[in-house]
């Protein structure tokens, strides 16, 4: 009964004041909505973080031709020459851990098609390499490895090259340019969208490696070498045995920096994970202000409520009432204040979040946990602000 009748009294204590019952709860509707809101974002901007580290490749471990620092300059991909195929054939042969390799000597060109040309970049890899950079193919097929064994003068084009070149028209089988070399389009791949680092990586078309060696670049050597460990906790291990394995084909002494460089992109993207997470806590943060700014508002508005019915709280002990059921009294309105405005929040972060999802076109997951938190948190801010006056209510002199 005690509780149905503090429920009623808070009911009619918000009715009574209306307007300064809406300004009240607005702080803390705000705050709840904007932690929802926060959360959601945050949840969204890793899942597409999760996603780009699923779309690197089969746990990928890269072999990039050039050190970080030769000499104090940085040597890259072009300028070094020392990486070849027997590198890659040593490393399939004599890394365990590593199950695929696959060479990759790439550059840019000028693609044309009839009366349309694209500059765009290619990659001369095996068959291989499709399935390390988990990279599907939607139209066609692939080159075999007897087109690598020939030189076939074959091309798997991106989506991007696809659209610039061929618009609407059905690109298999037909023959483009590429860099003056007639090659025959045999397949199309899926799309991959931008990288993390914003890269188009749809921009893009795979060829024989022999045929980016022998008739485009006329190199024999490679720019990387892609592998995939057999495992996520393989990398680490197989990417010290790879640089111990490079270091004694390259004659690298201890006192020497190497003329490679091994990189493991997964690295990067749980960085940037990481780096979300903590962006995401730091928001979370700052919109919690907003709730103890409601909380401050609840208090305030609850004092001048003690204030204007000192009367009825007086009357109320003359006549009986226990300082306990007055502090209950009033401790059930400040609750009541905040749930209104944690319920109204909830509905505001859910809304916002919606909209926010579909301004920047990202799947928004709602955390049942965010809103869960939400609810006890709007408890707790009308309990902890509404203890003072709900006890200076009890303690008044009839």
Not at 30 to 58: H, M
Not at 90 to 97: D, E, G, S, T, Y
Request: with cysteine; proline share 3%.
């Amino acid at each position: 009964m005690l509780t149905v009748f503090i429920i009623r009294e808070a009911l009619r204590a918000l009715r009574r004041n209306k307007l300064r019952s809406a300004l009240t709860v607005l702080g803390v509707m705000i705050g709840i909505g904007a932690v929802i809101c926060v959360v959601a974002l945050g949840t969204a901007g890793s899942d597409r973080i999760q996603e780009q580290l699923g779309l690197l490749g089969d746990n990928l471990v890269w072999v990039e031709a050039g050190g970080r620092n030769v000499s104090g300059v940085r040597t890259g991909t072009g300028q070094t020459k020392t990486l070849i195929m027997d590198d890659l054939h040593a490393i399939v042969a004599q890394v365990p851990l590593i199950k695929a390799c696959s060479p990759q000597a790439d550059g840019h060109v000028q693609a044309i098609y009839n009366n349309q040309n694209w500059a765009t970049g290619y990659r001369g890899v095996t068959p291989e390499y499709f399935d390390i950079r988990k990279w599907t193919i939607i139209e066609g097929g692939s080159f075999t490895d007897d087109d690598v064994e020939r030189a076939a003068d074959v091309v798997v084009i991106g989506a991007t090259v696809r659209d610039a070149l061929f618009g609407n028209e059905d690109p298999l089988n037909r023959i483009m340019r590429v860099k003056g070399l007639p090659c025959r389009v045999i397949g199309v791949l899926q799309s991959k969208g931008q990288s993390a680092m914003g890269q188009d990586q749809d921009d893009t078309m795979m060829i024989p490696y022999t045929t980016a060696q022998k008739k485009i670049s006329g190199n024999s050597w490679l720019d990387d070498v892609m592998c995939s460990a057999v495992s996520g906790d393989a990398i680490n291990p197989a990417t010290d045995q790879i640089t111990t394995l490079m270091n004694e084909r390259h004659h690298i002494r201890t006192d020497q920096d190497p003329d490679f460089n091994i990189r493991k992109p997964e690295d990067q993207i749980n960085a940037q994970l990481e780096a979300s997470r903590t962006f995401t806590l730091l928001l979370v943060a700052v919109a919690s202000v907003s709730l103890m700014v409601g909380g401050i508002g609840i208090m305030n508005v609850m004092l001048v409520s003690v204030t204007e019915r000192t009367r009825e709280i007086g009357i109320r002990l003359s006549v009986g009432a226990t300082e306990h059921s007055i502090q209950l009294q009033f401790l059930g309105e400040a609750v009541m204040l905040s749930l209104v405005g944690g319920v109204a929040g909830i509905i505001l972060g859910v809304a916002g979040s919606h909209l926010i999802g579909q301004v920047l076109q990202w799947p928004m997951r709602i955390s049942l946990g965010a809103i869960g938190i939400a609810a006890v948190f709007s408890i707790a801010v009308g309990v902890f602000f509404g203890y003072y006056p709900a006890r200076k209510a009890s303690r008044m002199d009839p």
